[in-house]
């Protein structure tokens, strides 16, 4: 199974950036499709974004589409978020998850970091 470890959260002002990373190890980068889910208290864990096994297809939520970039380095086996415009309503812990299948839903995916979390204050 592959193993996923989060970082790059913190606390931001309202309009700022942060890139979030996901570092895999332990299976072959390439055979997942990943995706990036966020929690906020209370509330359910939402789909953020997801990307393809090769990187070439990607998907987001409208609410971070055209703020939000996904990304992935296979060399690095690391997948990335880049997040700007960031809003206080982004405030959630985040994790990436890794499966075989493609797919935008939270019972799509088996393996999951431990999360991050991002305070985006107004």
């Known amino acids: 199974q592959v193993q996923l470890v989060e970082s790059g959260g913190g606390l931001v002002q309202a309009g700022g950036s942060l890139r979030l990373s996901c570092a895999a190890s332990?299976?072959?980068?390439?055979?997942?499709?990943m995706g990036w889910f966020r929690q906020a208290p209370g509330k359910e864990r939402e789909f953020v974004a997801r990307?393809?096994?090769?990187?070439?297809?990607?998907v987001y939520a409208d609410s971070v589409k055209g703020r939000f970039t996904i990304s992935r380095d296979s060399a690095k086996a690391t997948m990335y978020l880049q997040m700007n415009s960031l809003k206080p309503e982004d405030t959630a812990v985040y994790y990436c998850a890794a499966d075989f299948r493609l797919g935008t839903s939270r019972y799509e995916y088996d393996y999951w970091g431990q999360g991050t979390q991002v305070t985006v204050s107004s």
């Open positions: 332990g299976r072959t980068f390439s055979n997942y499709a």
């Open positions: 990307i393809s096994w090769s990187g070439g297809s990607t």
